[in-house]
């Protein structure tokens, strides 16, 4: 049994293969209709979630399968004092497999120590979103064809923001992936990321403040929402939120063919306006995250796979 708690538990290969697969479910959706009748799948969110929640549940029923779940903390019997080990185990009685989302870093791997059905980081704290990453990977893949030679701009709460960290622990085992990392001072990347990932990894980057300076080299511009959840207190939040704004004026130094990411929630830092530009692709991006939860449910749960 095998569960997902990082990008990295997943060999290239097996990424690849997973990228493949969810490329043929988005070409030929009704081969996989059937493909998890008899299964189940728990959404366990102790935090807040639309895309993430909603698109595990979507893919499990666009297999034919059924979802059970809670989606606050409050909900469910967290509220009475439930550790998580003893409420994985509860819910392996009830499910074959189970989405798992906590505001504390390391809680869904505590979860899958003791868990009987695989279970799946869908984000921790500030640490690791790996199901977001396989939906980038996937979007980037399919709009540039490729998932090596790219210039990648990441942009925004590079501090709090576990999308991006899990990003680039995916993205530096490609051959000349280079990464410009556009933040504030105050919510630069991580010491552990910039250290033990892309220097000893040999991985070219910059740490830039101005989004103007980098926007001209970029192939993708990943977008990032400040992380007001993750703030001791409001006054920093406040003075950091509006920090990045891209808009048309922006845009307009980008290359005709670079694309813009951002995994969602929205807030000021893409404008309204530039969700016309056909290099928008964050909607897009929604879409790619049910295929590719679709193909990671069928290689977790290990079902035989239509012709
Ligand atoms: N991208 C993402 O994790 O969105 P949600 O918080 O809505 O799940």
Redesign the pocket.
Known sequence: MRHLMSPLDLSVPELEKILDLASDIEKNPKKYAHTCDDKRLATLFY?????????FEAAMMNLGGKVLGFSSADSSSAAKGETVADTIRVVSCYADICAM?HPKEGAPLVASMVSNIPVIN??DGGHQ?PT?TL?DLLTIRSLKGRLDNLTIGLCGDLKFGR?VHSLIEALVRYQNVKFVLISPEELRIPSYIREDVLKKNNIEFVEVERLEDAIPDLDILYMTRVQKERFFNEEDYVRMKDFYILDNQKLSLAKDDMYILH???RVNEIAVEVDKDPRAAYFKQVQY?VYVRMALILTLLEVELPC
């Open positions: 935090e807040p979630s639309t895309r993430t929640r909603l698109s989302r869908a984000g979103h977001q939906t999308t995994p969602l929630p995250g």
